[in-house]
């Protein structure tokens, strides 16, 4: 496949067999929540997705080179990453299944897309814009902070570009899970399936993530906790089998 040159602002990452993915050295690069957002979402080689807030393209071209849908769409605010994401699309060898919208979430529609999506995913920035540490770089302080939107616009989006029955997949903090719960309430989607992630077995859990749908009855299903870390005979900290996994198969065992 070929490979682009990165520019003096970016740099060449390796994801994994399939991906290579050029990111913005200024701006947040992918990491955990992204691998076990794309875990998380279950295989539906029909569906169409649609990756909200999607940067650089990782979750999609994940979703992509793991075969779990037939069509992503992404979606992205700002341009320069719009385009960085196309440009890693077309690199990957996946332009006749991804593509990239340069929209805002707030106001997307239906209208907007080749469908009613199947399947919407979803890292929104984790914290409010008066909260934590304020980043130099305006596109780390897009991707940590509400600036273009919050955990309720992305659920409100997610509803409004369901079909009925339509699946919306999250990650988020764990301590703001009343803040989640609400914004899914409000939008008229239902979780049904949840998991807490934690570093390690002592560590508190850090994220969550939820698999909500469009038209559903009440019943959440919880999954055990995953624990991504443990120490060897060594003492040092490497994956659990069950992380271990997921990396290796993008598929969320439970």
Known sequence: MPVFSPREDERLDTVNENIALLQKKKGLTFGTDAF????FCRPDR????????CGTGVVSLLLAARNKCGRVVGVEIQNEFAELARKNIENCGFSDTVSVLSADL???TVSDL???ADIVLANPPYMKTDCGYASPFAAKQIARHEVF???SDFA???SRILRYGGKFYCVYLASRLDDLFSALAAAKLTPKRLVLVQDTKESAPSI???EARSGAAGGVRVLPTLVLREKDENGAL????????IYRTGIFAE
């Open 36 to 39: 076990l957002l794309s875990a």
């Open 46 to 53: 029909r569906a169409t997705a649609v990756d909200l807030g």
């Open 106 to 108: 707030r106001t997307l």
């Open 114 to 116: 080749p469908r009613a």
């Open 149 to 151: 939107g919050g955990v």
């Open 156 to 158: 409100a989006a997610a």
């Open 208 to 210: 969550v993530l939820v």
């Open 238 to 245: 490497i994956l659990t089998e069950r992380a271990a996994a």
